[in-house]
Structure formats: C-alpha cells, structure tokens
C-alpha cells in the first residue's frame, strides 16, 4: 500500500498504465542491430516535424501577439538545427544502441549537469529551452499517450507524475478509470480532470512510478489516499465490495438530476459546474448543473496546437454558451501562469515563487492586444449565442484582482472593446462584469471592490495557499494547504457577509465548493450559489436535501470555536456520516 492525497472520491480497481515521459525512468533496453536505421529514421522525421512546428507557431505568434513572444520558437529551432546536438542523439542510438526517447534523456541530463556547473545564471535558465525542445521530439517518438486498450484488460488506472491538460487530450475515451499520480495537490490538473469525470484519483504518491508497471492490478481509494499494487486476494475482495457500493451510489443519485437542488427545510441553491471545454458543458447538463460557474478558458490555450485567433475563440465560446444548463455561463479569462503556461507568451526568467509572481491578470495586462482578442471575442460570443438561444445568460469574470485599480484597468478594457466592435459593426453583448476573489488584499478590501463589479466568485483553491503561505502542489507543505482551516474559514464568512450585506451576487467555484465537509459549512455562512466538479452536483444535491439552514448554522458555530483543523474535520466527518449515512462510500475522511 501507498499512501497518498485524496483528490477524487471513490473507490476502483483496474490494470496500470503508466506513462512514462522522457524526465521519468524511460526504457534503455539495447535495441537490436537490425533496429537501429528505423530508430535513426524515426527521431529524423520527429526532428522534422518539430521544427515544422516551430515555424508554424512562430508564424502565427508573431502575428496575433508580437516578435517578442515569438522569439521563443526561433530559439527552439535553433537547438533542433544544432548539428553537435544531432550527433550526439545519433551516436546514442548507433553506437550504445538506445532508443531515440533514451538518448534524449541522456541528452537532458548531460547539458543539465553541464549547464548548472557554469555558474552562469542565464545558462542555466536555458535548460527550461532544452527540456521544451526535447519534449516536443519526444511527442513524435512515444506512444506512451496512446495505450493499446487491447493489450491491457479491463478499466485502465493511469499513473503518471504528472497528468497535463494535453496528456488527456491524447488519451481520449479510453476507459480511465482511476488516476494516480507522484505530483499534484487536491488543485492540481489532474485533480480537477479526475472530478469532472467522477473517477477516483490519489495525487502525490512518491516513486509510484518506479514501483508499478504497466499490467498491474491496482486499486485507487480516493477516499482514504490509498493505492495498492497488486493486493492479496483478501484486500482485492473487500475492495471490490467498495467498489460496488460506490458505483451503485453513482448510479442512485443520478436520478436526482431533474430534481431541483434545495436544503431539507425548502431553500433554494444553485449548484454550477467547472468547466474547462464543450464536453464538460455536456456532462454538466447530464448531471443536472443550473448553469456554468466558471468556463476556465486557458484550457482552450493549454490543449490548442497554436494561438486561437479572434474568429476560432467566438465559435467554440458559442458552442459551449449553448450546450450548457440554461445558457448560463460564467466565462473567466486567460489564467495561466504557476503551475499553467504556454509558449505563446514567451516565458520569464524563473521565478522562485510562480503562484505570486508573474501569473493570471497580470500577464494578460502585459500582453494588450492579446488579450483584448480574447475580450472581443467572449463579447461576439454572447451576442451569438443569445441570438440562437434567447435565455442565454453569459457573464466575463477577471481572474486573480488584487487592487480597485486593476477592476478599473479591466472596467476600461471591456468599454474599449466594445466601442471597437460598434465601430466595425460587429454584433456583440453587454454582459455582467465580475471579479475572482483569490487574494488576501482583495478578501480585506472586499467592500471597496463590490462597488466597482456586478457579482463575485470566489476562487478558494488559490486563495487558500495565499492565505495560508503554503503551495498548493507543494505535498510537503499540503498539511498547512486546507480549506477547513479555521483561518480560512473566518476570511470567507466575512467575505460571504460583505457580499450579502451589499446584495451582491457570490459564488464559491473552487475545489471546496463540492466538499461535502466545506459545503455544510458555507451553507452556514449564507451562501447559496456553488460551482464544482460537474460529476460532484448528484453528491452535493443529496447532501443538501438533508440539512436544514439551522443544522448548516449550528455547524458553523461549533466549527468556528475549534481551534485546529483536525478538530473541524474530526467535527465535519462525524456529523456527515450521522447527517446522510448513505454517502459514505464517497465521502472522503482525510
């Protein structure tokens, strides 16, 4: 057994896939003499390709955002044309009979050491370049992203170290029914895609990759952290008893999503969904969401080949305003940055401290034209969907605001904006304007801010790690990174009462707000608007239509007395399973 953090709820079984890139453990099996001219061909063509790539992207880079960020890719090539670092590869794989994925990970590692011992820091930071460049080879090389599902029986357990938007892309619809990784919090990518999928998942389970191997029996339990490789007979027939009542549990409160969502004693909620694409729209809708909370765009940019442009952006924003639960749809721009980047805005020196560095709002602020495309486009999207779906309801939300001066640098944006479209007589809407509350400074001067916005989410995955100085995908840190801190939970009920008090329109669309724990809480708080995890609605559903507005207050009250964050779940952990006992096969008790 492994132990782990328990990112999805759930228990499953199934047969290990891992993917194994080119920074983690790659196979250096000697390859036959006969091998080695396919091995040359291959890792030519890869070369080839990559640097078609390269020019494309550079091409349109250069176009929709500017020389600067473009340079990137000229500098990727320029390592791709470099002859001494072509026979280097060539002569790993003729003379030491390596794979073309092998001798590029021995590439890695030659200029890593080489480059670190020059004490030189811009040296050093052109290792980022390298590992860019060797990763877009390995794309061509690998098909570690492609698992023959006929090679593998029965539902695939994907371990990884780290799960990238990309990565899912590529493994499709495959059966994936559990994800472990070595990496990652309860916010990180794989995290959020294992919740909108309702498949258990375990982040930060150390070495998991060099202790499994493709073909093994693993079982997930995303309740506790566990992962077990290969279990005793006895562990794997109690497992898969688990297993069975958390699917059977799955299965019962799907019939809830015709059901409206409201507490035990009659009050009306709204729960939204996360997205991050059209098929998340879909999936809310079958779940039984009231709406989108928060359309998480860098997702388009994170799994798009290049820039999408103006017209690109308009289409798929359409698309995905109609396929969801009433058309209601929060869209939040751009939010990369930390643990999220592209290349198409070039990339800074390294940053020690990425999360509260050069990240979100402020790299849009950085890059104008950028993002006024991005603004332009949301604008047209409105205006289209609403003339095909007349109840559509579409707001722009900005992400990461740390001042009033930044709301009025956006206020003056969006108008700027929309003065360009009437003026090219595009059809466009106006649409409410709202804030992500995610830092402590706006959290603090959160009544200045309301009289510049018309609604608030607050984003309690970030705000969390702010408050609590702890990295969110740090796992040595991740004991101090909790939502049910009591720190943490005396900023958002004074958040909530602000909001309320002012009738301003609030929503919690972080990780927490489809926390069984975290939700009986903020429902004591006041807070009636919650946007999650599509798969996690049936679960928060239920939960809610068997607690009364009183019990949630009574709750509060005695969670806010304690002094520890153990002592709230021990609390939480409880009275949940007294509350509604029959979720216990999905309720987490870590």
Same mark, same amino acid.
């Given at each position: ?10 228990v ?26 396919g ?21 349109k ?20 044309q470099?002859?001494?670092?072509? =026979? ?40 980022a370049?390298? =590992? ?13 992203l ?16 780290e ?21 990652g ?21 150390t070495?998991?990759?060099?202790q ?21 007979p006895?562990a ?7 297993? =069975?009542?958390?699917?059977n ?16 004693d ?12 059209l ?11 009231s ?17 999408p ?6 289409? +798929?924003? =359409? ?59 949301i ?43 009437k ?16 830092v ?8 200045q ?21 702890a990295?969110?995908?740090?796992p ?45 809480l ?11 995890s ?36 021990s ?13 216990k096969? +999905?309720?987490?008790?870590?």
């Open positions: 057994m492994r132990n782990g953090l328990a990112v999805s709820p759930g499953t079984i199934g047969t290990a896939y891992c993917i194994h890139e080119v920074f983690v453990d790659p196979d250096k099996r000697s390859l036959l003499a006969n091998q080695i001219p091995e040359l061909a291959r890792f030519e063509q890869a070369r080839k390709r990559s640097i078609s790539d390269l020019r494309a992207l550079q091409t880079v250069e176009r929709q955002v500017g020389k600067d960020a473009a340079a990137v890719f000229s500098v990727h090539e320029s390592i791709l470099d002859m001494a670092l072509v =026979r280097r590869i060539r002569a790993s794989i003729q003379s030491d009979h390596l794979s073309a994925q092998a001798a590029l990970a021995d590439l890695v590692e030659y200029y890593r050491t080489y480059l670190e011992r020059s004490g030189d820091d811009y040296l050093r930071e052109r290792m370049d390298i =590992r860019d460049v060797v990763t877009r080879l390995t794309s061509y090389l690998s098909d570690a492609r698992p023959d599902s006929g090679a593998l029986k029965g539902p695939i357990i994907v371990i990884a170290d799960l990238l938007p990309s990565q899912v892309v590529m493994l499709g619809a495959k059966p994936v029914h559990g994800i472990v990784t070595q990496a919090s309860q916010t990180s990518h794989a995290a959020i895609i294992a919740r909108s999928r309702g498949i258990p998942a375990v982040s930060g389970v070495g998991i990759l060099r499994t191997k493709t073909g093994d029996t693993v079982i997930v339990d995303g309740r506790e952290g566990h992962v077990i490789i290969n279990p005793e006895e794997l027939s109690a497992y898969r008893k688990l297993e =069975r009542e958390f699917f549990l799955k299965n019962q409160l799907a019939h809830n999503r015709d059901q409206p969502a409201r507490t035990l009659g009050k009306c909620l709204e729960l939204l969904a996360n997205i991050n694409n098929a998340d729209a879909k999936a809310a809708l079958a779940m039984g969401a709406g989108v909370g928060l359309y998480r765009t860098e997702y388009l940019y994170l799994t798009h080949s290049s820039v442009d103006e017209k690109e952006q308009i289409e +798929i924003y =359409r698309e995905i305003i109609e396929a969801s639960p009433n058309h209601v749809v929060t869209i939040r721009t751009l939010d990369i940055g930390g643990d999220k980047t592209v290349p198409f805005l070039g990339r800074t020196q390294h940053e020690a401290n990425p999360f509260m560095g050069w990240r979100s709002i402020r790299i849009s602020f950085e890059h104008p034209d950028f993002f006024m495309t991005q603004i332009r486009a604008l047209c999207a409105a205006a289209a969907a609403t003339k095909n779906a007349s109840n559509s309801r579409v707001q722009i939300m900005f992400p990461m605001i740390t001042n009033l001066e930044e709301v009025r640098r956006l206020q003056s944006f969006v108008k700027r904006g929309m003065e360009q479209l003026k090219e007589r595009k059809a466009f809407s106006k649409i409410p304007f709202g804030m992500m509350l995610e402590p400074a706006a959290a603090i001067m959160i009544d801010l309301l009289q510049a916005v018309d609604f608030v989410s607050i984003g309690s995955n970030d705000l969390v790690q702010y408050l609590m100085a990295d969110r995908d740090n040595k840190v991740s004991h101090l990174c909790q939502p049910l801190a009591p720190a943490v939970l005396r900023v958002l009920s004074s958040v909530v009462t602000t909001c309320r008090d002012a009738r301003c329109p609030v929503t919690l669309c972080g990780e927490m707000a489809g926390q069984p724990q975290a939700f009986v903020l429902l004591g708080m006041g807070l009636t608007r919650f946007s999650m599509p798969a996690l609605i049936p679960t928060i559903k239920e939960l809610a239509s068997h607690v009364t507005i009183p019990m949630a207050q009574s709750l509060l009250n005695a969670a806010m007395k304690l002094k520890t964050t153990q002592k709230v779940k609390l939480l952990n409880a009275e949940l399973l007294r509350i509604a006992p029959n979720l096969p +999905i309720l987490t008790q870590q």
